[in-house]
């Protein structure tokens, strides 16, 4: 089953803070902001993918989304906002997305059609070099042109990343990742994500 892709680009709502007498007051957690879809399933049930780029959410914990049936599905955000899941949803679908006990983000999955379809060929030869002592990786391939945009995740811790391809096509993005981690590398055009190029850390 083809799997495509909900892309979270991450700015915090900012939230008022204060003061009395010298004590802190507790403040609401920021909620997802700015959410942007950057592919459409089709109209039937699919699985998808929903990736927030570092800063989607304030830190490491827990992200929730809701779908449309009230299910939930949860997953660990990394230190640098950023996460990744998958689930179930149609196109049309109103999702929730929440940080911690954050009030709900909206997301509307995009319908099939309102993007403009992938070119052919994707990405090729992607490549993880093995984890330095620092716990990072480094990916490096080649794209379909000079220009592109491309995103990797980690899968398993969440991390993820975002790089533009050279003069050359040739891109490389570093990744929080240890050995036997899976990875995804996806080419963005046209406002939408192509299919992933999975991998795992050696």
């Known amino acids: ?65 809701t779908d449309a049936s009230g299910g939930v599905t949860e997953a660990r955000s990394a230190a640098s906002g950023s996460f990744t899941l998958s689930l179930q949803a149609r196109g049309g679908d109103a999702l929730e997305v929440r940080y911690e006990d954050s009030e709900a983000a909206a997301l509307l999955v995009p319908k099939e059609g309102i993007m403009t379809p992938l070119p052919p060929g994707p990405i090729t030869g992607v490549t993880p070099v093995t984890p330095t002592s620092g716990g990072r990786v480094q990916l490096r391939g080649l794209s379909n042109g000079a220009g592109t945009s491309i995103v990797a995740v980690n899968v398993t811790s969440g991390d993820a990343g975002q790089a533009t391809s050279a003069g050359d096509q040739r891109f490389s993005i ?18 939408a994500l192509g299919p992933a190029w999975a991998l795992s850390v050696p």
């Open 1 to 65: 089953m083809t799997r495509r892709l909900l892309f979270l680009a991450g700015s915090l709502v900012a939230l008022a803070s204060g003061a009395c007498e010298g004590v802190g007051i507790p403040q609401p957690i920021p909620i997802p902001h700015h959410l942007r879809a950057m592919s459409a399933p089709p109209d039937t049930l699919k699985s998808i993918d929903v990736v927030g780029l570092p800063g989607a959410v304030a830190g490491a914990g827990r992200v929730l989304v």
């Open 174 to 191: 570093e990744l929080v990742a240890a050995t036997g981690d899976a990875l995804r590398v996806y080419e963005v055009i046209g406002g």
